[in-house]
């Protein structure tokens, strides 16, 4: 077993992180109809947060994982395809079937043999889920974006190709890449999901501040390349 410090909460107590193969599931039953109970807000954060695990699996750099790679990218543009349904009252059988298995199938280690991953949005975001209070995929929604802008250039070959084969964009790589970003945020945005910390009242230079003290503390490094610091 693994214990991961994630962070302190307000007062002051640490909130530990396991996990274990020991509690891993060896068969789940995927049931749709245990989802019709759930608010829309938790039907857009579940979306969300699948596509993100997809995302930092998939969006890194070539390392010749030509089937990881479209198996990746069918499940996020099966995401892409069924989310509006996957949110409609009352509930839709078949998109709600659709995303329990995206979401499975997003995170059972499957996707991600003998490929870099890059965990830096999901670090960030239990930082911040402390700090605020926020659902996990709220904030997961707000960091995306941003860090593949900032970290374009390492992943513009993954992004072109996320651009063209998800959204069906053309032309040169890095105009690709920047619109491939645009493109997934708007998706967000379409399902009601914001992706900055204004639209829920957080002051983005003080939460920068408080994950940058925590990082430095705990001598974080974060990234597919290990190049992204406090």
Request: proline share 4%.
């Given at each position: 077993m693994r214990l991961i410090r994630r962070s302190t909460t307000r007062c002051g107590r640490w909130?530990?992180?396991w996990r274990s193969d020991a509690v891993f599931p060896q068969i789940s039953i995927l049931d749709p109809t245990t989802t019709y109970s759930l608010p829309r807000k938790q039907i857009r954060n579940g979306i969300v947060d699948a596509y993100v695990h997809m995302m930092e699996q998939?969006?890194?750099y070539p390392a010749g994982g030509v089937l990881q790679d479209r198996q990746a990218e069918a499940i996020?543009?099966?995401l892409q395809e069924?989310?509006?349904d996957a949110l409609k009252s009352p509930p839709d059988y078949d998109a709600r079937s659709s995303l329990m298995w995206a979401a499975s199938n997003a995170l059972n280690k499957l996707i991600n043999k003998g490929v870099p991953e890059d965990w830096a949005t999901h670090t960030i975001g239990h930082?911040?889920?402390v700090f605020y209070g926020l659902a996990h995929?709220?904030?997961l929604a707000v960091i995306l974006p941003h860090l593949f802008r900032a970290n374009k250039t390492q992943k513009l070959e993954?992004?072109?190709k996320y651009g063209r084969r998800g959204w069906g964009l053309t032309g040169a790589e890095k105009g690709v890449a920047d619109e491939a970003i645009e493109k997934m945020s708007d998706f967000f945005h379409c399902i009601g999901?914001?992706?900055s910390l204004a639209s829920y009242d957080v002051d983005l230079d003080e939460a920068a501040k408080k994950v940058r003290a925590r990082f430095e503390d705990r001598g974080v490094v974060l990234g597919e390349h290990h190049d992204i610091l406090p």
């Open positions: 909130i530990v992180g998939y969006l890194t996020l543009m099966m069924i989310a509006a930082e911040l889920t995929a709220e904030i993954k992004l072109a999901m914001p992706t």
